[in-house]
């Protein structure tokens, strides 16, 4: 099951259609049915503030959903998890630095896993 399916058995569970959680959401239903439809990719292609809202008002995590396994691949850990919180709680430039943080630290052997994946 991907993303969007998983959206989607949520709102129904709590709302009776895709129709009238568009509505307490205020968007277009056509631009949540649309997302929906195309699975993990529409829902890539909306704002990330919306999938944010999204969650929020379907009581998900955003963290725990950016993380679901798409095509069966292993969920974060909960170290990963904190991560992508931390990151998701910085402005443009705190993210920005983080990342060249990260970019010097995988080029050096000491903080290199062994099985060489970078």
């Known amino acids: 099951m991907d993303r969007a399916q998983m959206l989607k058995r949520q709102i ?3 709302y009776r259609s895709v129709r009238q959680f568009a ?3 205020d968007m ?3 631009t949540l049915a649309t997302a929906l439809d195309k699975g ?4 890539e292609m909306m704002a990330h503030g919306t999938v944010v809202a999204i969650c929020e008002k379907l009581d998900i995590d955003p963290v725990d959903f950016q ?9 974060l850990t909960d170290q990963e998890r ?3 919180d931390y990151y ?4 443009g430039l705190g ?5 060249e943080n990260l970019d010097d630290y995988k080029s050096l052997e000491k903080y290199q896993r062994k099985t060489g994946k970078f």
Do not use: W
């Open 28 to 30: 277009p239903y056509s």
């Open 40 to 43: 993990d990719r529409g829902i």
């Open 12 to 14: 129904l569970e709590q």
């Open 88 to 91: 998701s709680r910085l402005n």
């Open 67 to 75: 993380s679901y396994p798409k095509h069966g691949k292993n969920q």
């Open 95 to 99: 993210q920005e630095r983080v990342l």
């Open 82 to 84: 904190k991560v992508l």
């Open 23 to 25: 509505i307490t959401m």
